[in-house]
């Protein structure tokens, strides 16, 4: 099973970017479609963005044109590159991976520890 490590969380103001990544432990990456989900506090996790092997993307409405996922196979890594923050954007943000993009997590067989987004106003 593969293995996810994110980073590049952390505290930012309204309006800011932060870039999170997300590593691959194990060969073939490429085969994999990867996303990335968020949890705030006292809610359900929800789906945000989401990249298939040929780098097809899909976004939910409430990031779309500020949040920018990406990846690199010769690095095993997935990016989520997020524009003009907003506090509503808070939450542990997790990596995921699967065979096929969805916007469901029960869809994803191996998941990230997360990596904490703070957005102040």
């Known amino acids: 099973q593969v293995q996810l490590v994110e980073s590049g969380g952390g505290l930012v103001q309204a309006g800011g970017s932060l870039r999170l990544s997300c590593a691959a432990s194990?060969?073939?990456?490429?085969?994999?479609?990867m996303a990335w989900f968020r949890q705030a506090p006292g809610k359900e996790r929800e789906f945000v963005a989401a990249i298939s092997r040929n780098s097809s993307t899909y976004y939910a409405d409430s990031v779309k044109g500020r949040f920018a996922i990406s990846r690199d196979n010769t690095k095993k890594t997935v990016y989520l590159q997020m524009n003009s923050l907003k506090p509503e954007d808070t939450a542990v943000y997790y990596c995921a991976a699967t065979v096929s993009p969805s916007i469901r997590g029960t869809d994803y067989n191996a998941w990230g520890q997360g990596t904490q987004v703070t957005v102040s106003s």
């Open positions: 194990r060969p073939f990456f490429s085969i994999y479609a």
